[in-house]
């Protein structure tokens, strides 16, 4: 078994996220990663990434939020089981 640091981030300051996970290659951290995406805090966006107020009518909006969305992007890194088990 391998260990995993994932994190998650919608390319703003102070937003990044880790989560910690056990897989026995890099593919299955990243299908993990890929499985638990909209669990990040920032999946749905509030008014700071994307405003209601910036747009004429609610298709906008929901197609400035389907971007957002898919611009949030996660790393996966290999890390040791001893930082694993300081951290879980």
Same mark, same amino acid.
């Given at each position: ?17 880790? @989560? &910690?996970?056990? +897989?026995?290659?890099?593919?299955? !951290? %990243?299908? #993990? ?26 298709? @906008? &909006?929901?197609? +400035?939020?389907?971007?957002?969305? !898919? %611009?949030? #992007? ?15």
């Amino acid at each position: 078994m391998k260990y995993w640091k994932i994190t998650y981030s919608n390319g703003y300051c102070g937003c990044d996220e880790e @989560e &910690y996970t056990e +897989a026995e290659t890099i593919e299955d !951290a %990243e299908d #993990y990663a890929k499985d638990y995406l909209e669990w990040y805090s920032f999946f749905d966006p509030d008014d700071r990434f994307v405003d209601r107020n910036d747009f004429d009518t609610m298709d @906008e &909006y929901y197609d +400035a939020v389907e971007e957002y969305q !898919a %611009e949030i #992007y996660y790393e996966v890194e290999e890390i040791t089981k001893e930082e694993y088990n300081e951290i879980c």
